[in-house]
């Protein structure tokens, strides 16, 4: 086994000089290729060492790890199938700073979510039944089904399939959760949270214009939240932030009515607080099982942010608004931000 690692190792060296000229080219597939046989090569190697009673150090500790661990290190390729979508994209760049291996497929058409994947080397695939190994978790996108070509293989191996939500929901109870939800304002405030509470403690985010960042030992994760075909009810985060109600994604919701049954039952899943727009009648008359602090321009309100000057029509003021509330609110409730 040394002596096939070596060589390996050695055919490695030829695939770099070549990845090199190909670079040169624009060509994209003998990176992927070079990636794939850099982790082939490098679990190889570990697992050696192990056998031999070896114990490798990894030089960035992992504190919370997602997949299969041996000796420190993961075994688990994580798969996104439709990894251009803007969650999915946020998602990836998360799991890839924390150190996980991920890759993932789409349409080969070049889309805007795409531009920070190929920045931290994140190889993309065009969507084949080829792509999914053995050893992988399959993240599928909310947009396809079981019929998919990569979903039926997974399927095949007896590999782990999650839809987006679902992992998604899994994978903040590893943090202090702070879910962002409304029919307006979810990015821009979930933006503005981030880096508000990211300036006091370490802190991950999940942004709905496929930004995501994954900060190591972060307590704290912040993340759009999407009312569309009740997603977000897969989460139980432990603080709500609700922007407003409106009757928006006509094609799945019925009425207005409807979308306020969808918040409802949302606000029944959150563990500690909500913190909800008091202006917006529908919000008013949420019922919960926690504290609901009220944020908003009226002067009943709890936590109304008097330094700033709003107008009822600036959706970005009313964004820092919320984002400011939602720090101050923190502060009352843990002893961890200062």
């Not at 307590?219 to 709500?240: G, I, K, M, Q, T």
């Not at 019925?254 to 919000?283: H, P, R, W």
């Amino acid at each position: 086994m040394i002596n096939y690692l070596l060589h390996l190792t050695k055919q490695l060296e030829l695939e770099k000089k070549a990845k090199i000229l190909y670079d040169m080219k624009g060509t994209n597939r003998v990176e992927q290729a070079f990636r794939q046989n850099c982790r082939t090569i490098s679990r190889s190697w570990h697992i050696l060492l192990i056998i031999n009673g070896v114990h490798a150090v990894r030089s960035t500790p992992r504190k919370k790890h997602l997949g299969l661990m041996i000796g420190g290190f993961t075994l688990t390729t994580y798969h996104f199938t439709g990894i251009k979508g803007s969650g999915m994209s946020a998602l990836a760049q998360i799991l890839d700073d924390l150190n996980e291996d991920v890759q993932g497929s789409d349409i080969e058409e070049t889309i805007f979510t795409q531009k920070p994947l190929e920045k931290k080397h994140i190889p993309l695939l065009p969507f084949a039944a080829g792509n999914i190994k053995e050893g992988q978790h399959v993240i599928m996108s909310a947009a396809y089904g079981e019929t998919h070509e990569e979903i039926k293989r997974a399927r095949e191996l007896g590999l782990k399939v999650d839809v987006y939500p679902q992992f998604l929901g899994e994978f903040i109870s590893r943090f202090t959760s702070v879910a962002i939800t409304g029919s307006h304002g979810k990015t821009s405030t979930t933006g503005l949270l981030s880096h508000v509470l990211g300036s006091i403690c370490p802190t991950s985010y999940l942004i709905g214009d496929g930004t995501g960042k994954g900060t190591q030992d972060s307590s704290y994760f912040v993340f759009e939240a999407c009312e569309y075909r009740r997603h977000f009810l897969n989460y139980s985060p432990d603080y709500c932030v609700m922007t407003n109600i409106d009757f928006d994604h006509p094609d799945y919701f019925t009425s207005v009515d409807d979308v306020v049954s969808a918040f409802q039952s949302m606000a029944k899943q959150v563990n500690k607080a909500i913190i909800a727009c008091g202006d917006d009648e529908y919000l008013q008359k949420l019922q919960a099982n926690v504290p609901i602090v009220f944020y908003g321009l009226v002067r009943i309100m709890i936590f109304k942010q008097r330094q700033l000057r709003v107008e009822t029509k600036e959706r970005h003021s009313l964004c820092l608004s919320v984002a400011t509330c939602m720090v101050n609110f923190l502060s009352l409730v843990t002893e961890t931000i200062t």
